[in-house]
């Protein structure tokens, strides 16, 4: 008996020798059906050395233009002179800017891009769809180290780019036509795309350009900007920026006085200002003397130039003036002003405490008089008298600045693209983490805070995903990386609505996957005519 147990336990082990060397043939074969991609690239601008983090090949710090300093301060971005070699493995300082104090963490050489992929290579002969990220902040601030692209290449087996633009005066000086350098920086940096993401395992020719806040309003420029029409397939708006902007004139005229401040008051033999002698010598200058406060800085922004930019960006869409070719998705938070009342309306005080009747109209008037007349902040502001006396002032400015800012500009152009048979999608955003700072909970779903569940990671505020975090996170990483490859956004946890007005909305229950919400808000028709 003991001869015969022992007989079926080598029979045993044979057999399971065999299994196991049969899975590790079938493995290793596999493996060999599999092209891990490698952490060297050679492309058409240079050999880059990347690393692997959470799933993904990583490439930080690749610069897509030649620094823009000293002659070339407030030039145009100029292509890179030679071919690199780059150890791609440190993000890039961030651009000058009033959001940053140290300065060491700051350099106008600032124009560098990020790359995240997959470790592997793509079913798809054509390479991966590329999905573009580009930050916001007013034109004034951010940075691309703030926004990781690990989980959104590795988890929606996408190619993820982030970039960096020059800011505030370095990318937007209104004192010759060279302006709006910030947006011809990120169009540098999409058609370096277009030259070297093959080498990458990405496809050209599925590029999707997106962004939040200020880099919401750089897409849309993108959109309406015909130079641009070829350096990208899709379109995705979070929380457009401004719909009113200056034009150059303006802009020239009200940043005058910033110039002279700096010892910068060169005149003609007529007494005119000498703008070609004033820009050479603030090109002269330390880049820390000449950054505006934010105080100082409502006209150093994209600008109406008649050459780049030649209406406001609401008039444009309305005469037909953008990418036909464009899938586009458009949307906005729910509490989009929570953070502007909350900052403006007081030293950063809760809805909690009482904000006086003085507090609400200098906050608004402030707002409204950079680009309006007083009767025209005046006719604004009567607009929301309603919701000042049933919600009080600091909702009331909430509202407000909400609409004015983001909500109302992004609805009018959702429907002139809808009328214009665009092929459109449009959300609204509205889930608060149950992990959110309590203190802070009426800022949850504000301006921003759609971002932790596109990028999978908690962004601007730190906070550890609940369960329900996750299942917000599954939803919108899926629905903005679908779209990239396909250019659909329905799926099995996003029943995205077919027609418009109707919107998807991602709102308190994660998953209440077929929620929806008109796109409409009745009170924007009464901002469109100051917004064309």
């Not at 079938?26 to 490698?38: F, K, M, R, T």
């Not at 963490?105 to 600032?110: H, P």
Request: charged residues 10%; aromatic residues 14%.
């Amino acid at each position: 008996m003991k001869y015969i147990y022992l007989l079926l336990l080598l029979l045993f082990i044979n057999i399971s020798n065999i299994i196991s060397f049969s899975i590790k043939v079938n493995y290793d074969q596999q493996q060999l059906d599999i092209d891990i991609l490698p952490l060297d690239v050679i492309s058409s601008s240079g050999k880059y050395q990347g690393f692997e983090i959470n799933g993904t090949r990583t490439f930080l710090g690749i610069p897509f233009a030649q620094p823009p300093i000293e002659s070339l301060r407030f030039k145009p971005p100029v292509e890179p002179s030679s071919f690199l070699s780059i150890n791609a493995n440190q993000w890039s300082l961030a651009c000058y800017q009033t959001g940053i104090k140290n300065a060491s963490l700051m350099s106008e050489d600032c124009l560098y891009l990020n790359i995240f992929t997959p470790l592997v290579s793509s079913d798809d002969q054509q390479g991966y769809p590329v999905m573009v990220f580009i930050h916001g902040g007013r034109y004034w601030t951010g940075q691309s180290s703030t926004f990781p692209g690990d989980y959104i290449s590795s988890l929606g087996n996408v190619i993820l780019v982030t970039i960096q633009y020059r800011l505030n005066i370095f990318g937007f000086q209104s004192f010759n036509q060279e302006t709006n350098n910030g947006l011809l920086d990120q169009q540098m940096a999409l058609q370096w795309v277009q030259n070297n993401i093959n080498s990458f395992g990405g496809n050209p020719q599925n590029v999707t350009i997106f962004g939040e806040s200020a880099g919401g309003s750089s897409v849309l420029h993108h959109l309406t900007i015909e130079s641009s029409y070829s350096l990208y397939s899709g379109a995705i708006i979070e929380s457009h920026w401004m719909w009113l902007i200056p034009t150059l004139d303006v802009s020239r005229e009200k940043t005058i006085s910033f110039a002279a401040s700096k010892g910068c008051n060169n005149t003609m033999p007529n007494g005119q200002p000498d703008y070609d002698s004033i820009l050479s010598c603030m090109t002269l200058l330390p880049a820390s003397s000449i950054l505006p406060a934010t105080s100082q800085s409502d006209f150093f922004l994209p600008m109406i130039d008649n050459t780049l930019i030649n209406q406001l960006p609401l008039a444009a869409i309305r005469d037909g003036n953008w990418n036909k070719n464009a899938k586009i998705i458009i949307g906005h938070n729910y509490d989009e002003g929570n953070f502007m009342a909350y900052s403006r309306t007081g030293a950063f005080q809760p809805p909690t405490v009482p904000v006086s009747d003085s507090a609400y109209y200098n906050s608004l008037n402030k707002c409204l008089n950079v680009y309006l007349n007083s009767s025209q902040a005046s006719d604004i502001i009567s607009l929301y008298n309603g919701v000042k006396a049933e919600y009080g002032n600091w909702y009331g400015a909430a509202e407000f600045f909400g609409d004015y800012y983001i909500i109302c500009g992004s609805i009018l152009a959702a429907d002139y693209l809808n009328q214009q048979n665009a092929n459109l999608f449009t959300y609204i955003f509205n889930y608060s983490s149950p992990n959110f700072p309590s203190d802070q909970s009426f800022l949850s779903s504000s301006h921003g805070n759609e971002l932790p569940y596109v990028f999978y990671q908690p962004i601007y505020t730190p906070y550890t995903f609940s369960q329900s975090d996750f299942i917000m996170a599954d939803r919108m990483l899926k629905a903005w990386t679908d779209f990239a490859k396909t250019g659909k956004v329905v799926s099995d946890i996003n029943l995205w609505p077919s027609s418009f007005p109707n919107s998807m909305y991602f709102g308190p229950n994660p998953m209440n996957y077929s929620d929806t919400r008109p796109y409409l808000k009745s009170i924007c028709s009464n901002l469109k005519p100051y917004f064309e």
